[in-house]
Structures are given as structure tokens and as C-alpha cells.
């Protein structure tokens, strides 16, 4: 309004100049107004883009109402705007816009501060969309202060930005980067629950090998990131002495192995060959229960090289600390060997501890065992144990079709829960394998042959940047 006052003087001025002389007349017309700040917004947009790669998680629902919220009330903002752009009658039109935006401000304020309510709860986690908000805030309240044309080109990066905060909505749900942490401090909690079978397959060799491992590397060698790892007890269903590889998910499912087998040694078994199917695949190297000892064997798949370490005097192998449930045994479990966020880990059990599972870190350059904790759970009740996060988990067998998550140990506060009662939706009886992969935190069995994995489900919402 102010410029189209200073244009209408400035006419009639040069109309007034034009009949007194003749002579053309030049007329400067100042803005007095502050200029749009447009790349403020537009860096807000980009770091509202970026929010993207910064949030994860399940449990981000609250998060994604309030935004829900935010993103109407960004509608209803533009609406009004242009609705007011159509009755746009000059003066009225500045003063009666600034009431409206006011009102959104009252309440997209609310929603901050609702959403700021929530980074009580979890606060690393939304600490970044907070300060983008408050910045979306600042810059809605700089709004205010320009004249009404300004306002209508402000609806047009409201728009923009709504488009963003979609953009940030959907990101929420990306899948996250493991975590390389230190056991301890994991800051994605318990496990709260998992999903159903996310992959079911009998791979390469349908019916065929009732013991065995299966898995990602959760450290992989440059390249090797999307491989898949397989290993089957093909003499006895106790021993093998290969593992096969796999270039991706799919691979292992139609059952093409290019990369092939990686061979420990021609003979099975024999010293340093792998007995019994909890193994697991980390940094490139295969840890496993050695060949008729009670040692760990570390097998480096680019080198071919094994070095051994062995377990505590007392350490019960040869099937004589095997996990269990009412009906049977399963030979050869003598050693677990897990993974998770902080690396390796190894469950077995000795005559010291009655039988009682027993818990070490292994760590590596030197392998050598790392701390060692004692609980009160008894082997023979558990079918399998694996670790998440720095928590030790056990489950036993409930019936043909469910497992039960019933046990779990932290390593950070030494507290035992008996009760952790999480069920697993089983595609066949005997869970003889069970391991945790940080990478895609996923749960991957082996079932009688067959191949299962479930998304795990973490309390905490796993924040990439800690
Ligand atoms: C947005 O990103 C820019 C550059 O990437 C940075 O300087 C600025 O501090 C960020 N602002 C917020 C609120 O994150
Ligand atoms: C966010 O919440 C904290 C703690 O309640 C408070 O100190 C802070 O002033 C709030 N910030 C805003 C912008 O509301
Ligand atoms: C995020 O995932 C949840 C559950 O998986 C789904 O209901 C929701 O629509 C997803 N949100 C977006 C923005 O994709
Ligand atoms: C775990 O998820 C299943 C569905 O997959 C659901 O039925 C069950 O109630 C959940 N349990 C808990 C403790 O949230
Ligand atoms: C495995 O062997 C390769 C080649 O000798 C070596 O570069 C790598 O560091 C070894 N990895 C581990 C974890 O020992």
C-alpha cells in the first residue's frame, strides 16, 4: 500500500512537472520496507531437508502428529492468505492479513511448544527438528513485519516448506546406519518387541542341512555390504568347514552364490574346522567354536589365516553344555558366539557356574577375552541367547510355532529380567541358530533348514549423531 501511495503522488507529481515544462521527468521510489529475507528461508528449507538423515525410528509417532499438525496449520495459513489476496481492497487488506498471521503464530507456537514438550521424552532425538521449527518460527514472526504483497510471496515458500516437512516426514522412517558404539552405550535401550518373519527361505539347498548360520557382517569389508553369509553343518549336523557367500538378499534367496565358498580346510572335520551352528560373520573373520576344543576360532576370509582363543578352564564343549528345552537337546551348542553394536561376543557355559550361562566380550588385534560376566539363567532351560545393544538375551521354546524371548542381561547394570516376554512367531520348531545384526537390525534364524529373519523393535529411538 505504502508504494502504491508513494507511485500514485509520484504520477500526479510527473503530470504536474509534464504540463509546467515539457521536459521528461524521472521519479526514485524508495522501498522503505525491509527486504524478504528469502535465503533465510531458503537455508531453513534445506536444513528442514536435512532433518531427513538426522531422525529415525519406529517410535515416532507423537513426533509425526505434531508435525501432522504443524503441515495443517500451514495450510490453513495459505488459505486464509488467499483468501484475503481475493479481497484485497488496499489498506484493509495489510492490517486484516497481520491479525490472521497472528493467529496462526498463536497456534503453530502451541505446536512448537507441544513438540518441544516431547524432547523431554526424547530429547536427542528431536533436538534437530526442534531447532529447525524454532527457526520456522522466527523466521513466520519476521513474516509479520512486511507489507502485504510480501505476505503473498511468503504463502508461496509456505507451501515450499510444507513440501519439506513432508519430505522430513517421510525421512523419519529411513533405515538407519549402525551404530559403532561401545558396549554400554548404546542408546537404543531394550529391546521393546519384533516384528513377524520378515525373510522366510530355504535358500540354495531346500530340506537339506537341519543345523547351520546365516547373516550380514556387520562390520563388512569395503564392497562387501550388502553380502549375506551361510554356513550349513553338512557332516553330522555338527560340523562344516566352509562358509558360502552371498552378493545380496535376493542371491542367497533364488540360491546363487557367486562369491562361493570360503574353505577353512579340505578335510571335515578336523583341527580348526567349525563345530556346532552358532557362528557369526564380523569384520571379515568367522568366530567359531573350534574343532573338539573349547576355544574360539578366528578365521580372516581374506588371509585364510586362524588364530584360536581359548576359553576359561571348565568351559564345558563337545555337546556338554548344549542349550535345550523339555524334549531335547541341540548338540554342539556348546559355544554362542553374537554379535551386535560393540562387536563380538561369545555364550557358553562351565562346571563353575553349574551350568549357568556365562557371558565374555571378545576382542580383537590381539584376540583375546574381554570382560566376562556370570548369571543365574541355566543353560539347559534356554534354546538360544543372542545380544542386542549391549543386553544379553535368552529365549526358550514355548511350541511348534512360537519362541519366547524370556531373558534378558545388562551388561551396563548387571540387572537380570526374567520376564522379558517377547514371542517369535516361528516358521519351523527348532531355532538353532539366532543372531542380531546392528546393520539392518535385524534377527536372523535358522530354522530347520530354513532361513527367517525379524526386524527388532528397540525402546529408544535410535539416534544416528550421539
Ligand atoms: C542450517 O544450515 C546452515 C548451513 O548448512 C547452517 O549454517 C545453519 O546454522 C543451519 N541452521 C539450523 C537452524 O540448523
Ligand atoms: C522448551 O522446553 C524447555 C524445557 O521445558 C524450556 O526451557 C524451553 O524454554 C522451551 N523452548 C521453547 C522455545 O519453548
Ligand atoms: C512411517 O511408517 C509408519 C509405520 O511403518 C507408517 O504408518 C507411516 O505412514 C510412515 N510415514 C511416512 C511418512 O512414510
Ligand atoms: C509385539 O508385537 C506383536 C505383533 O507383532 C503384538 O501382538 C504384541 O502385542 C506386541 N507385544 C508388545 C509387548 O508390544
Ligand atoms: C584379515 O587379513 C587381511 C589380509 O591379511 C588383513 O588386512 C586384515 O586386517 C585381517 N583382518 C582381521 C580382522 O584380522
Not at 220 to 232: D, R, T
Request: net charge negative.
Amino acid at each position: 500500500m505504502k508504494l502504491n501511495v508513494v507511485v500514485a503522488l509520484c504520477a500526479l507529481f510527473t503530470l504536474t512537472q509534464q504540463a509546467s515544462s515539457g521536459e521528461k521527468c524521472t521519479c526514485d521510489v524508495h522501498n522503505t520496507e525491509k527486504e524478504f529475507p528469502h535465503s533465510k528461508l531458503k537455508t531453513m528449507e534445506n536444513n528442514v531437508t536435512d532433518c531427513n538423515n538426522q531422525i529415525t525410528s519406529q517410535k515416532v509417532l507423537e513426533l509425526e502428529s505434531l508435525l501432522l499438525g504443524l503441515e495443517l496449520r500451514l495450510d490453513q495459513l495459505k488459505e486464509d492468505v488467499s483468501v484475503l489476496e481475493k479481497e484485497d481492497d488496499g489498506q484493509l487488506y495489510g492490517v486484516l492479513s497481520l491479525y490472521v498471521i497472528e493467529n496462526e503464530m498463536v497456534e503453530i507456537n502451541q505446536l512448537i511448544d507441544k513438540l518441544n514438550g516431547t524432547t523431554l521424552r526424547h530429547q536427542l532425538l528431536t533436538a534437530d527438528s526442534f531447532h529447525q521449527l524454532e527457526e520456522l518460527r522466527i523466521e513466520m514472526q519476521e513474516l509479520e513485519e512486511f507489507d502485504t504483497m510480501q505476505v503473498v510471496r511468503g504463502r508461496f515458500d509456505n507451501r515450499r516448506l510444507k513440501n519439506d516437512l513432508n519430505l522430513c516426514r517421510i525421512g523419519l522412517n529411513t533405515t538407519a546406519a549402525p551404530l559403532q558404539l561401545k558396549y554400554g552405550t548404546c542408546p537404543l535401550g531394550h529391546v521393546q518387541n519384533i516384528t513377524g518373519p520378515r525373510v522366510y527361505t530355504q535358500g540354495e539347498y531346500p530340506g537339506s542341512y537341519y543345523y547351520g548360520a546365516w547373516g550380514r557382517d556387520p562390520k563388512p569389508l569395503a564392497g562387501k555390504e550388502s553380502w549375506y553369509w551361510l554356513v550349513m553343518l553338512t557332516s553330522s549336523n555338527a560340523y562344516s568347514h566352509y562358509v558360502r557367500l552371498y552378493s545380496g538378499l535376493s542371491a542367497l534367496i533364488i540360491g546363487v552364490s557367486v562369491p562361493g565358498n570360503v574353505q577353512i580346510h579340505p578335510s571335515n572335520p578336523t583341527t580348526n574346522t567349525i563345530q556346532g551352528p552358532n557362528v557369526v560373520l564380523y569384520g571379515g573373520v568367522l568366530y567359531y567354536n573350534c574343532f573338539n576344543e573349547y576355544s574360539i576360532c578366528h578365521f580372516n576370509l581374506t588371509s585364510k589365516r586362524i588364530t584360536k582363543l581359548q576359553l576359561p578352564k571348565g568351559t564345558r564343549y563337545n555337546s556338554k553344555g548344549n542349550f535345550c528345552h523339555l524334549e531335547t537337546c541341540y548338540p554342539y551348542t556348546d559355544l554362542d558366539l553374537a554379535t551386535d553394536e560393540s562387536g563380538v561376543w561369545v555364550i557358553y557355559t562351565t562346571n563353575q557356574d553349574f551350568g549357568n550361562l556365562v557371558l565374555s566380550k571378545v576382542e580383537d588385534e590381539p584376540l583375546r577375552l574381554g570382560q566376562t560376566w556370570h548369571t543365574s539363567v541355566y543353560k539347559q532351560s534356554v534354546t538360544n541367547t543372542f545380544m542386542a545393544c549391549g543386553i544379553l538375551y535368552a529365549t526358550r521354546y514355548v511350541s511348534k510355532n512360537l519362541e519366547e524371548i524370556f531373558y534378558s542381561f545388562d551388561t551396563t547394570t548387571g540387572k537380570e529380567n526374567f520376564n522379558v516376554g517377547i514371542f517369535m512367531n516361528k516358521m519351523a520348531a527348532n531355532v538353532l541358530s539366532l543372531n542380531y545384526s546392528p546393520v539392518d537390525r535385524m534377527l536372523h534364524a535358522y530354522c530347520d533348514t530354513h532361513m527367517v529373519s525379524y526386524k527388532v523393535l528397540f525402546e529408544l529411538l535410535g539416534n544416528e549423531f550421539p
